[in-house]
């Protein structure tokens, strides 16, 4: 049977990535095009097919597999099935991840919920650093029904380096940090929405949910009915930003 081949733009949209990094990954030899008349990029569709596949297998621990990439020293693109480059990819994903979360019986009521935390946090990696990145672009997100996770990660400048452009007195990333979930910080109507980690913090506390937040060496827990703010300092440091929700 001969193979069936499609478009580079087509193989880009199945994972996640622009055509602008399959033509690097081409170059390089990580992931090989067939080369039409022309010179026109085509890719295997069975070769994509294998390649998410084993991306899933190997992606099981995600919260492992965001902390590795957030804290690595040499900067690299995520494993494709959990890179989000730019903000309509995250929100085509997160589409993805609400229509399977939305056939889930038991999760009938809260899974609204569930995908407004994760869209939120999304929308901070890529509104806070948007022509700011340090080094790689986007955010890593993922997602495990049966653990019931959903973790996402940026290498962006981290809450600390955002905040002190309007509170240039914050000297931590616990200061940071207790700020972004608790003060308003912008005039932005509805204020919950412009103010987002309050709105998550809500969200969190009146409802059967759990939340791990990491930016610089701070980081904090959320669970149901958690009035007051536990921030801990970190025995690591993470320039950006990874959360793990809990559901």
Not at 62 to 85: I, M, T, V
Not at 117 to 135: K, L, M, Q, R, V
Not at 179 to 187: D, H, K, L, P, Q
Request: proline share 4%; with cysteine.
């Amino acid at each position: 049977m001969r193979p069936r081949l499609i478009s580079i733009g087509e193989a880009a949209k199945m994972l996640g990535l622009s055509i602008k990094t399959l033509q690097r990954w081409d170059k390089s030899g990580k992931f090989s095009s067939v080369r039409r008349p022309g010179g026109h990029r085509y890719y295997n569709l069975r070769d994509i097919e294998n390649h998410l596949a084993n991306l899933e297998v190997a992606g099981q621990d995600l919260f492992a597999g965001a902390n590795f990439w957030a804290f690595k020293s040499d900067p690299s693109e995520p494993d494709p099935l959990f890179y989000c480059q730019t903000s309509p990819i995250f929100l085509a994903k997160l589409t993805k991840v609400q229509n399977k979360l939305a056939g889930i019986l038991e999760l009938k009521n809260i899974f609204p919920l569930i995908i407004a935390i994760a869209g939120e946090i999304g929308d901070n990696s890529f509104a806070h650093n948007i022509g700011n990145w340090p080094d790689i672009p986007g955010i890593f997100f993922g997602y495990d029904v049966d653990k019931k996770e959903i973790v996402l990660a940026d290498r962006g400048r981290g809450i600390l380096e955002t905040l002190k452009r309007v509170r240039p007195s914050l000297k931590s990333s616990a200061d940071a940090l207790r700020v972004a979930f608790t003060e308003i910080v912008s005039g932005r109507a509805p204020e919950e929405r412009g103010n987002g980690l309050k709105f998550v913090r809500k969200i969190i506390t009146n409802n059967d949910l759990s939340l791990y937040f990491k930016t610089g060496d701070a980081e904090i827990k959320i669970g149901k009915g958690d009035a007051d703010l536990k921030i801990l300092k970190s025995s690591s440091y993470v320039r950006g930003c990874i959360a793990l929700i809990n559901f």
